[in-house]
């Protein structure tokens, strides 16, 4: 008996040090790039699918051998789902459906549940574009929620909101940006309450923040500037523009703002200086991300970049198949990306010129963002949610 406890014990650490959750949006400080130590692929194939019941852009999230992932219904896209699925063989766990109390307007191509939720390993708190907020246990118990609109009544617009929120320790941080009542938050996970509130730039904004060195980045038409998740107080700020559609990239060291290209900046207390800035980096609606050395930017017509994070000199450019709506994520030396047209691909980044060494057709719409966890990927589309390995 003692034998087989050690043994169990060995094979739990020895899968802990090879797998990690993918938390959040673009996955651990939303970095995009998978810290487990093996890489899925690259000739991955499905392992199983799942039916959804509506509409989603939002990107799954694998906490433990859980995944979790959000989508809406009906005619308006007023039920709020969550699902719960067993990692290993697709199984519903639980799910649970909300009535939305905000505004369900959105642009066709996009929807009600957009934003990606988020958990802190013991709760998951999901968010939709009608500013509906919910938090749960890992065990689907309704823990708290808000109804933003109610307190912010003018914080939407009519194109819908996408930005994901993030959770730092105990704090939850929020973003409802737009050009009449635009504000980000800081909640407290355990009650839902608010710990501070600032007013952001009056303008529409489908970016997501990032965490640099514990410090919340939030990303706006103004640039970019750094919050302290606990107390809101502004730890540094960059007002030189950036995009309002893909979001930055972070590393241990530097932050790779979609602004006039890419700019790298170095920030620390009180300032945020810059490093280098390549105006020919520009994304498309897919953030960037760094992956060892190099930096990789999706642009518009479909071109993958590659260039040095040292100082945004590009070294190779490789086409996709197109038309790319996600962000790609990596593992390994591997970026996967999925397309449009149902085209998840695998691209080796050690090849010379860069090379799709894979591709699987999915045969449906993908406008999301893939997750990885466990060797594994996870795509979903308003149809299905696949576990390719």
């Known amino acids: 008996m003692k034998r087989s ?12 040090s090879f797998s990690a959750d993918w938390p959040q949006f673009r996955g651990p400080n939303a970095s995009a790039v998978s810290t487990e130590a093996t890489a899925p692929g690259p000739k991955v194939n499905i392992d199983w699918s799942v039916d959804l019941p509506g509409r989603g852009l939002s990107s799954p999230i694998v906490v433990g051998d859980k995944v979790f992932i959000t989508c809406s219904s009906g005619p308006d896209q007023s039920n709020l789902h969550v699902f719960c699925f067993s990692a290993a063989d ?84 929020v973003q409802s940006e737009n050009d009449s009542e635009s504000l980000a938050v800081g909640i407290d996970v355990t009650t839902g309450k608010n710990r501070w509130k600032k007013e952001r730039p009056k303008a529409a904004n ?19 500037t750094g919050v302290n998740p606990r107390t809101g ?31 790298a900046l170095s920030p620390e207390k009180g300032s945020a200086s810059q490093i280098w800035r390549a105006g020919g980096l520009k994304p498309g609606t897919g953030s960037p991300l760094v992956l060892g050395d190099a930096i ?23 086409r996709l198949k197109g038309p790319l709506s996600g962000s790609p994520v990596a593992a390994g030396q591997y970026i996967y990306i999925v ?38 990927v996870f795509v979903r589309s308003d149809k299905k949610l696949w576990k390719l390995k």
Not at 234 to 262: L, M, Q, R
């Open 296 to 318: 990789y930017v999706l642009n518009g017509t479909g071109v993958l970049i590659r260039a040095s994070i040292t100082n945004g000199d590009e070294a190779w450019k490789l």
């Open 339 to 376: 397309s449009e047209r149902g085209d998840f691909q695998v691209i080796d980044t050690t090849a010379k010129e860069g090379a799709v060494v894979h591709t699987v057709e999915l045969k449906d719409t993908l406008l999301c963002t893939p997750a990885i966890s466990d060797g594994a």
């Open 206 to 224: 489908w970016t997501s923040a990032v965490v640099y060195q514990n410090v919340v980045a939030l990303q706006s038409s103004k640039g970019l």
């Open 90 to 173: 697709g199984k519903k766990i639980w799910e649970r459906v909300m009535k939305a109390t905000g505004r369900t307007m959105s642009h066709n191509k996009t929807c009600v549940a957009a934003p990606t939720p988020c958990s802190d390993g013991e709760r998951v708190f999901a968010l939709y574009s009608s500013n509906d907020l919910f938090a749960f246990d890992l065990a689907g118990n309704l823990l708290w929620l808000r109804g933003l609109t109610y307190d912010y009544s003018n914080a939407s617009n009519s194109l819908g909101m996408s930005s994901s929120p993030v959770v730092v320790g105990d704090t939850l941080v």
């Open 5 to 16: 406890l050690t043994l169990l014990s060995t094979f739990a650490l020895l899968h802990s």
């Open 233 to 263: 107080e502004i730890e540094w700020d960059y007002t030189d523009g950036a995009s309002t559609t893909p979001s930055s990239a972070v590393t241990k060291n530097a932050i790779y703002v979609p602004s006039n290209g890419i700019t």
